[in-house]
Antibody, heavy 118, light 113 residues
Framework: QVQLVQSGAEVKKPGASVKVSCKASGYTFTTYFIHWVRQAPGQRLEWLGWINPGNGNTKYSQKFQGRVTFTKDTSASTAYMELSSLTSEDTAGYFC???????????WGQGTLVTVSS | DIVMTQSPDSLAVSLGERATINCKSSQSVLYRSNKKNYLAWYQQKPGQPPKLLTYWASAREPGVPDRFSGSGSGRDFTLTISSLQADDVAVYYCHQYYSDPRTFGQGTNVEIK
């Protein structure tokens, strides 16, 4: 069965970077885009962008452009999201999600809580 | 960016009664060439990721109970829970995938009256 399993919770200081992983199983990793979405406490879901695991192409939300980087390790069927120059506003749950074609997200990771605090 | 606005923000419904959630997009999410509405609904329970309920505005994801139905076209959409069950207590989000950046509604909290 399809699964996306994310890395564990992180606590970071302001100005630091965080890297979250998303390991896919149960399907061919290179054939579905992976999107990253975050949810700050009490806030709506916020899209960060996507990576095409087939060729490594990426697209980032303008809001995070220059601060976020998506990468992948095809041999490990794992996608990564790195966010730099963290502030308290980046405290949120971060989710990876699989996209069906140019369409909806059918499977989601369990989420990774990133807390930014001095 | 396409702004998604849901109403109401919160909804209390008696068990077995109908719950209706509305979602309006700031521009049409109907792609004329294939006549598809690029709109999905998700359910999220505390501590869990969102769960897909419907996509293309009205297609139900396999395994989702048939009491959940999506409707609408263009800019106006509705998620209906025909007979609310205790397990349906959650926050519901609409989501447009018509264009990047993908955007979500602010969520509607559904609880039992």
């Amino acid at each position: 069965q399809v699964q996306l399993v994310q890395s564990g919770a992180e606590v970071k200081k302001p100005g630091a970077s965080v890297k979250v992983s998303c390991k896919a199983s149960g399907y061919t990793f290179t054939t579905y885009f992976i999107h990253w979405v975050r949810q700050a406490p009490g806030q709506r879901l916020e899209w960060l962008g996507w990576i095409n695991p087939g060729n490594g192409n990426t697209k980032y939300s303008q809001k995070f452009q220059g601060r976020v980087t998506f990468t992948k390790d095809t041999s490990a069927s794992t996608a990564y999201m790195e966010l730099s120059s963290l502030t308290s506003e980046d405290t949120a749950g971060y989710f990876c999600a699989r996209e069906v074609g140019w369409s909806h997200f059918d499977y989601w990771g369990q989420g990774t809580l990133v807390t930014v605090s001095s | 960016d396409i702004v998604m606005t849901q109403s109401p923000d919160s909804l209390a419904v008696s068990l077995g009664e109908r719950a209706t959630i509305n979602c309006k997009s700031s521009q049409s999410v109907l792609y004329r060439s294939n006549k598809k509405n690029y709109l999905a609904w998700y359910q999220q329970k505390p501590g869990q990721p969102p769960k897909l309920l419907t996509y293309w505005a009205s297609a139900r994801e396999p395994g989702v109970p048939d009491r959940f139905s999506g409707s609408g076209s263009g800019r106006d959409f509705t998620l209906t829970i025909s007979s609310l069950q205790a397990d349906d207590v959650a926050v519901y989000y609409c989501h447009q995938y018509y264009s990047d950046p993908r955007t979500f509604g602010q969520g509607t909290n559904v609880e039992i009256k």
